[in-house]
């Protein structure tokens, strides 16, 4: 059967001597694996196909059993080319991509997932603050696996007055009064809990411009963090690197 669909390169890898696997994360949201048959080669007119964080239409070509597609024709709509040159950029847009797709199974589909990654791209490749950018995608990632934490209100008693701490495993903040609940509980300055009050609200298409003092974007990394380890648990190479590189610009 001949599938055509716009998606997201969120994977590649050599295959073979001239060719290269590449996961796509398609525009309706599922995962498909296709066969780009002499990427590698130095005259390829799909080499720039196979590249990650490309955005483009893909047409490819899969028998009914499913498994790997080959791709016949592809389009590059936008190549992203900026979270591929600079190491930073390229090791935020690593992270997103791995997380995309650790967490979405090979037989969901979820085109919710699908515009949230194509925008946390877009907005990294308009030089938006890629700390925040990936913040604010894990939190997304939280959303749809079910995982929403309670930020307006004491998860415990219901109050609204603060200040809070986040309890990962209570699902939410935890008042002055009820904090002892939680010996593990986050202290969130009251502008660390604003941010991420306005992560589980904001959709990443509508994501403006965002500039944090660096203690309030530590305090956001430490409860995002704190919220994946718990509920998610996955370990990621590409995390992995950006602890590396948080080490190493220390």
Do not use: W
């Amino acid at each position: 059967m001949l599938y055509r669909t716009n998606a997201i390169i969120i994977r590649s890898m050599d295959y073979g001597e001239g060719n290269k696997i590449v996961t796509l994360l398609t525009e309706g949201g599922s995962k498909a694996g296709v066969i780009i048959r002499g990427a590698k080669k130095a005259r390829s007119r799909h080499g720039s196909l196979a590249q990650p964080f490309t955005y483009g239409e893909f047409i490819f070509f899969r028998g009914g059993s499913g498994g790997l597609g080959t791709l016949n024709h592809g389009e590059i709509m936008a190549s992203n080319h900026l979270l591929r040159e600079r190491l930073e950029l390229a090791a935020y847009a690593s992270y997103a991509a791995e997380l995309a797709d650790r967490t979405l199974q090979d037989d969901e589909a979820d085109p919710f997932m699908y515009s949230q990654l194509k925008a946390c791209f877009e907005a990294m490749q308009e030089d938006k603050d890629p700390q925040i950018v990936s913040h604010l995608f894990e939190m997304k990632v939280l959303q749809r696996a079910g995982y929403d934490p309670q930020l307006n209100a004491c998860v415990s008693c219901e109050s609204e007055e603060g200040p809070f701490a986040l309890s990962a495993g209570g699902g939410g903040v935890l008042c002055r009064r009820c904090m002892h609940r939680d010996p593990y509980a986050i202290r969130l300055s009251e502008g660390a809990l604003k941010v991420l009050r306005l992560f589980r609200s904001l959709d990443l298409r509508r994501l403006g411009n965002v500039t944090l003092k660096q203690e309030t974007k530590n305090e956001v990394k430490k409860a995002m963090r704190r919220l994946l380890d718990t509920h998610i648990g996955l370990q990621l190479k590409s995390r992995s690197f950006l602890d590396q590189m948080d080490k190493y610009e220390l």
